[in-house]
């Protein structure tokens, strides 16, 4: 050894660490699994045009683009394990039921940006699994000194499709796919309402009032014959007004008091904790008064909540707490009591959230046991007009 090399420092190489290696299992992958789609998205797209003139054409084009969306998953998860590219899952499409009818989901099956989105990315991904394969392969033998640099900016090349090609297309239609998903919600709980409203209605003010209808009549029969029996009827009957009464605003404050209508959410919501079997603090602290629908909707997500406190909470006391935080109406209720409560308890929960969801709307539930329950929901805050 010369004195010129002991005084030269050896060649700099780029560590082979872990993510190294992960990028070049992914470059080495490619091939396979961009064969795999591009083989599949061809025949199958192909198939379905050629049959788009026949009755099966669109419905196998929906199932086409079906499967490819969950090529997209596939392959979004395989970047994630290996490239650590963290995307988010596209909203799923509704099924028939939620799109109003078998057609309108098979039309916006037909017309899923995401499923076409996938199918481009399978098309671009032969040629490029060929070259990345290729590269990677070749570069173990002969490139290693500058293989890690390589390898690098291959699969930020990766990185960016996949970010380009299998991420949800914008906010706006991730928001748009959810509202139209939440309006199924909103049919199902308002159909939900007006069955109870029924049923409240025919088994129990109506059911009263016939009665009280029969014994006027009877009373008006004795009234010549037996005017103190005649009499005692009619008391009778007074009692079944007042009965009747009593229940009709029942009904009318469930299904929208007048204490909110004239006075806002303060005091409606001041009356609903004074039916609470808890002591229950009320803070309100709004600027105005919001829209009718969403002053309604927050109404009752108190209401429900307390009842869940009267029935299921075991506490000593409650709060609720009302503001505004720039275009958002928060509201929060907590308990002292056994904590413990989940959305999928029985305790309405979960027709709560997906009724704030389906407006906009979130729903937080902290529930540790033995600790209290404290939930916090935001609505969308529009100007009552």
């Not at 309006?183 to 059911?207: F, N, P, S």
């Not at 609470?276 to 309100?284: F, G, H, I, L, T």
Request: proline share 6%.
């Amino acid at each position: 050894m010369t004195v010129n090399d002991q005084a030269s420092p050896p060649p700099v190489r780029p560590a082979f660490d872990v993510v190294t290696w992960k990028e070049i299992a992914y470059l080495l992958s490619n091939l396979p699994v961009a064969l795999i789609g591009f083989v599949y998205t061809v025949v199958m797209i192909s198939t379905a045009g050629g049959l788009s003139v026949t009755a099966i054409g669109l419905p196998l084009l929906a199932c086409v683009l079906y499967g490819s969306r969950q090529l997209g998953k596939l392959d979004r998860a395989r970047a994630r394990a290996l490239l650590g590219v963290r995307v988010d899952e596209p909203t799923p499409l509704p099924g028939p039921k939620r799109s109003g009818g078998f057609f309108a989901w098979l039309w916006a099956a037909v017309k899923d940006p995401v499923a076409w989105r996938t199918v481009l990315y399978e098309l671009v991904r032969l040629p490029w699994g060929v070259l990345t394969f290729t590269v990677a392969l070749t570069g173990l033998f002969v490139l290693w000194p500058v293989l890690p640099y390589v390898v690098r900016g291959l699969a930020n090349v990766d990185r960016a499709m996949v970010r380009g090609l299998l991420s949800p297309s914008d906010e706006l239609e991730r928001r748009i796919a959810a509202l139209e998903s939440g309006r199924g919600v909103v049919v199902d709980t308002a159909a939900a309402d007006l069955r109870r409203i029924e049923r409240d209605l025919h088994d129990g003010a109506q059911a009263r009032l016939v009665a009280l209808a029969m014994g006027l009549g009877l009373a008006k029969e004795k009234l010549l014959e037996d005017p103190e029996g005649a009499a005692a009827m009619v008391d009778e009957a007074h009692g079944e007004v007042k009965l009747a009464l009593q229940e009709l605003r029942d009904l009318a404050r469930g299904i929208h008091p007048a204490v909110l209508t004239d006075r806002g959410l303060d005091a409606a919501l001041s009356s609903v904790a004074s039916r609470c079997v808890v002591p229950v603090k009320v803070a309100v602290d709004l600027p105005g008064r919001p829209a009718e629908a969403i002053e309604g909707i927050a109404y009752f997500v108190v209401s429900e909540l307390l009842q869940n406190v009267s029935k299921h909470a075991r506490a000593r006391g409650a709060s609720v707490e009302v503001w505004r935080s720039q275009k958002r109406l928060l509201i929060r209720v907590s308990d002292d009591g056994r904590g413990g409560a989940r959305l999928s308890g029985g305790t309405g929960m979960a027709g709560l959230a997906e009724r704030l969801g389906a407006v906009d709307g979130v729903f937080l539930l902290d529930s540790p046991e033995g600790e209290g329950t404290v939930v916090t929901a935001e609505l969308p805050w529009r100007d009552r007009t």
